[in-house]
């Protein structure tokens, strides 16, 4: 599996590469975050160092954009990142947030928890489940395709996956924070409107499943 790396810094670029190539990770080096650069190679996994603010952000919503990319993983090391940075970087469509300095135990486990998205790329083998239902509700893992009644219904990529978590625990109420952790990677105790604007969304699209 392929992973992607795109770095301000060259020195941090080199490292993270050296990090993940000595864990048994193929590695992609990119000299810009573009569509065109990522699709060129190929990854499962895009790990962004770029500085906290607008530009980051900005270059993880136009990759998400695209519609091949919408479901790239994407994780982002961020120099300075405090909560609002981190809460900007999901925002725009990163998955999963880490700030440097961080440990390499930490940053590697990120990294394994992201790929588990091949099950959904079709990677997958045979005995891992690749449908989930819930009345007349049938999720499709690995090409990622909802249906109502044997009808396909169009998803984002998070509203898929909270459905897909929903779906995945069917006896068990969840609270907001534990939504959040799951589906997005917040950190505890953020303040986002997030969660309630997924569940009215999926709400309308479900209807009265």
Not at 47 to 62: K, N, P
Not at 77 to 93: E, F, H, R
Not at 156 to 180: G, V, Y
Request: charged share 25%; net charge neutral; proline share 5%.
């Amino acid at each position: 599996m392929v992973v992607a790396v795109v770095a301000e810094e060259t020195k941090f670029r080199a490292q993270l590469v050296l990090l993940l190539e000595g864990n048994g990770h193929q590695v992609a080096a990119l000299g810009e975050m573009t569509a065109a650069a990522v699709r060129a190679a190929k990854p499962h996994l895009l790990v962004v160092a770029l500085a906290s603010g607008s530009g980051a952000a900005d270059a993880i919503r136009a990759l998400r954009a695209q519609g091949d990319l919408r479901l790239l993983p994407i994780l982002c090391v961020d120099p300075k990142a405090g909560l609002g940075d981190t809460v900007s970087l999901l925002d725009a469509g990163a998955d999963d947030a880490i700030a440097r300095p961080f440990q390499p135990p930490i940053f590697l486990a990120r990294v394994r928890t992201l790929l588990r998205r091949a099950v959904w790329a079709g990677d997958a083998p045979e005995e891992v489940v690749a449908v989930l239902t819930g009345g007349p509700i049938e999720l499709k893992l690995i090409s990622r395709q909802a249906l109502i009644s044997g009808a396909p219904v169009e998803l984002t990529r998070l509203e898929f996956d909270l459905l897909a978590h929903l779906l995945k625990h069917p006896e068990r109420a969840f609270k907001r924070d534990e939504l959040l952790a799951a589906v997005w990677n917040y950190p505890g105790d953020v303040e986002t409107r997030t969660l309630d604007k997924h569940v009215e969304a999926l709400r309308r699209k479900v209807g009265a499943c």
